[in-house]
């Protein structure tokens, strides 16, 4: 019952309902959340439409879910212990003779490779594989899908531990000042003159990476970008009358700086979140189109975008990538901007 009264303190909250009225007022950034909503549900659930096992299987009236289970070929009219392989013709003309198949609606993973192409790879775009396939014989639409789904699901832990972080560093060095603050600033001017990308390249370039080393490598050099603003909000903050009062009343520093000064610093730090987020996503697909992002075989946009560079003769594959890669981007600014006018005062409704 404590989070639904806190959600509907926060909801009633005539700040946050001005607010959000605001952020409808801006009718280019709220349809673009609403669009980037959208299709990032539906990457979220892509094996239940792109995917190369079936949704369902009915063989001598019994069903089978072959997205959730492994079906051996016993089951399934075939002669061998093993799991069953839905691209196999004999296994098709199996189950077909005793039952149907369902199939999703892009009958490819992200991995999958097309044997039956009539061209050779890449091929054009066809009624098989609507956006053609690259040059492994890869459906590009399972690509693309996937590929954005684990981009927006990376840049969104990065840019929730990364604000973790630089909230808390911006908190401690504006509100403690003094020496504190300036060693926290002198730390933060060599750490940003650190060059983020070859310093990636180089840490990623020791071991193979994988998903959550990749994390890690990023946070190390993402969490800068709010220590500046959020200081600045506390350096401000701990000199109003209300933070001088809880003080002499002997309210404690964790709860001052947390209950008191952190939510009015909030303001201007949620409106950094979207160009944060942004940052992370291009940052993984620069990586992934130099060779250093995501293991080898991943599905990645910055491995389309390489993609396209090696196969000018096949300008779907470039085509295909600048668009996803601009439409993504394009909206996130956009969600940005109508985020950044929802927090700004002077533009209240």
């Not at 709010?226 to 009062?245: M, N, P, T």
């Not at 000064?261 to 987020?277: D, E, G, K, S, V």
Request: proline share 5%; no cysteine.
């Amino acid at each position: 019952m404590s989070l639904v009264t806190t959600w509907l303190k926060i909801k009633n909250n005539p700040v946050n309902t001005n607010r959000w009225a605001q952020f409808k007022n801006n009718k280019r950034g709220y349809w673009s959340l609403w669009i980037f909503l959208i299709l990032f549900s539906l990457s979220l659930v892509a094996e239940l439409w792109i995917n190369d096992k079936p949704i369902m299987v009915s063989y001598q009236q019994k069903w089978y879910f072959p997205i959730v289970e492994d079906v051996p070929e016993t089951q399934l009219g075939g002669d061998f212990d093993i799991t069953t392989d839905y691209s196999d013709p004999y296994m098709i003309e199996q189950i077909e003779k005793n039952g149907w198949i369902l199939w999703p609606l892009v009958p490819f993973y992200y991995d999958s490779i097309n044997f039956e192409l009539t061209e050779p790879a890449p091929s054009p775009p066809s009624n098989i594989n609507y956006l053609g396939t690259d040059d492994q014989g890869r459906d590009l639409l399972a690509r693309l899908v996937y590929g954005f789904r684990i981009s927006t699901l990376f840049a969104l832990t990065l840019t929730f531990f990364s604000s973790v972080i630089g909230i808390a560093l911006g908190a401690i060095q504006g509100y403690y000042g003094g020496r504190i603050d300036l060693f926290g600033q002198r730390l933060l001017e060599i750490w940003e003159g650190l060059p983020m990308l070859f310093m990636l390249i180089i840490l990623a370039s020791f071991v193979e990476p994988t998903f959550f080393w990749l994390l890690g490598l990023m946070i190390l050099f993402s969490w800068p970008s709010l220590v500046s603003v959020v200081r600045a909000e506390f350096l401000r903050g701990r000199h109003l009358e209300y933070v001088k009062a809880a003080t002499a009343l002997g309210v404690s520093d964790r709860k001052i700086m947390f209950k008191h000064i952190l939510p009015n610093a909030m303001i201007a730090t949620l409106t950094f979140m979207p160009y944060l987020f942004t940052g992370a996503l291009t940052t993984l697909t620069s990586l992934d189109f130099l060779g250093f992002g995501l293991p080898l075989g991943s599905a990645s946009l910055g491995e389309m975008v390489a993609q396209g560079k090696d196969n000018l003769q096949a300008p779907w594959l470039a085509i295909t990538a600048f668009i996803s890669l601009s439409t993504i981007l394009v909206l996130l600014v956009f969600i940005g901007e109508a985020a950044r006018d929802a927090f700004d005062p002077r533009k209240s409704l």
